[in-house]
């Protein structure tokens, strides 16, 4: 990301978030804001710790370039990321939004309201990517063959 974008986003959002808000860096590096100091020219300095350590109050000189997306860690209503834009949202339009929003969420059509039905019988599992996975798989189907190649031969 540039400088701008960063600031730009930042900026956007509210000042009671700051403390949610996560920078993913390149090769999966995180650091959890506590605040953000200064916007340098090629980099920014912020205060907060590392993911994956408990380390608080440590200061951070990260690149524009190696932050890769910023994250607030909170559920937020579709309503609030429209308030950070700028968009006006009635009372009313704030309800149906986060009603719509969760009756998606929920499994509903948008469309119908509705519950939209998943035919389970036509997912198959993710294959296994790893070694050790791939003979799990294989050592349950033969487990599983062997109870069922015998229980037909007791019943004949």
């Known amino acids: ?30 650091i959890t804001l506590d605040l953000v100091v200064r916007y340098e020219g090629d980099y920014l300095v912020v205060r907060g710790r590392e993911a994956g350590t408990n380390d608080d109050g440590r200061a951070f000189f990260v690149p524009y370039d190696e932050i890769v997306f910023i994250k607030i860690d909170r559920t937020i209503k579709l309503s609030d990321l429209q308030k950070m834009y700028g968009e006006t949202v009635t009372n009313e339009d704030e309800s149906i939004l986060d009603r719509a929003a969760d ?40 487990i599983r063959a062997a109870r069922t190649a015998a229980s037909s031969s007791v019943s004949s």
């Open 1 to 30: 990301m540039q400088r701008d974008t960063v600031y730009e986003l930042i900026t956007k959002i509210p000042k009671f978030d700051i403390a949610k808000t996560v920078l993913t860096l390149r090769f999966n590096a995180s």
């Open 103 to 142: 009756s998606l969420v929920e499994g509903e059509s948008a469309s119908t309201g509705k519950p939209t039905l998943i035919d389970v019988s036509v997912m198959t599992p993710a294959p296994a990517m790893d070694p050790a996975g791939i003979a799990k798989q294989n050592l349950l189907a033969r």
